[in-house]
């Protein structure tokens, strides 16, 4: 089997006369956690949608070798009309999962994100943005991708969710599972990647691996990225 799940190929993307992405290569292998680091506007955001087929790149190619891909957007959207235990039946219908393994994966998966299983029976746009965003990774872990793309994974969240997510992701590597995460807070990302890619102004400056960038003397990946950017 490919040993890369993701191969990002020189991708290119503009919205009329802005260059979002400008030559963007990249790959991310089965089984690890890949940080992908930007200022806001950096290009990170195009570049997850274009991964993901919701964007069609002005040239390039991507390659996706898995066959079920997980993704939960920074600010989860969903329909307004639904309680979260039908948005999570509907989820499950469309994988065959059903009766007591249903079930059991809600009281299981709600326990890993610390989301309190009662709130299923409100609708989800009342829930706050910390309980959008643990209903998002709820729907996607009860599907049990092989690839779970995060943009922002901690947006919205409490210290405990937090170490509960970051937690989470540690158990996802140990089961195979690949993360290929886009979050602000470095320093959250440090304690858990094993790989970095940092773009600016829709370009890759950097891709490594971190425990190769620590033997190189880079004392910490927030410092390392602010070398990248210009001084005030």
């Known amino acids: 089997m490919n040993s890369l799940l993701i191969r990002a190929v020189n991708l290119n993307k503009n919205f009329g006369k802005i260059r979002a992405l400008r030559q963007v290569s990249f790959s991310v292998k089965k089984g690890t956690i890949t940080a992908f680091l930007g200022e806001n506007g950096a290009g990170k955001t195009t570049t997850i949608k ?5 964007l069609k790149p002005d040239s390039g190619q991507v390659e996706i070798n898995c066959s079920k891909l997980g993704y939960i957007p920074d600010r989860p959207l969903f329909f307004s009309w639904l309680k979260g235990k039908e948005i999570l039946h ?10 007591q393994r249903f079930a059991s994966l809600i009281e299981e998966k709600s326990a890993k994100v610390g989301f309190d299983s009662e709130l299923l029976e409100r609708r989800v ?3 706050s943005l910390g309980n959008q965003k643990k209903m998002s990774y709820l729907q996607n872990l009860i599907v049990t991708p092989e690839l779970l793309i995060v943009d922002e994974p901690f947006a919205g969240l409490d210290p405990v969710s937090i170490k509960l997510v970051r937690d989470l992701f540690l158990d996802l590597k140990k089961e195979g599972k690949t993360l290929f995460l886009s979050s602000h807070l470095i320093s959250e990302l440090e304690k858990i990647s094993d790989e970095v890619v940092i773009i600016r102004k829709g370009q890759i400056l950097l891709e490594d691996n971190i425990e190769n960038l620590r033997r190189q003397g880079h004392v910490d990946l927030e410092t390392l990225f602010l070398s990248f950017l210009p001084r005030p």
């Open 50 to 54: 274009i991964l993901l087929g919701f």
């Open 90 to 99: 509907f989820t499950a219908k469309l994988f065959g999962i059903n009766g």
């Open 125 to 127: 746009q009342t829930y």
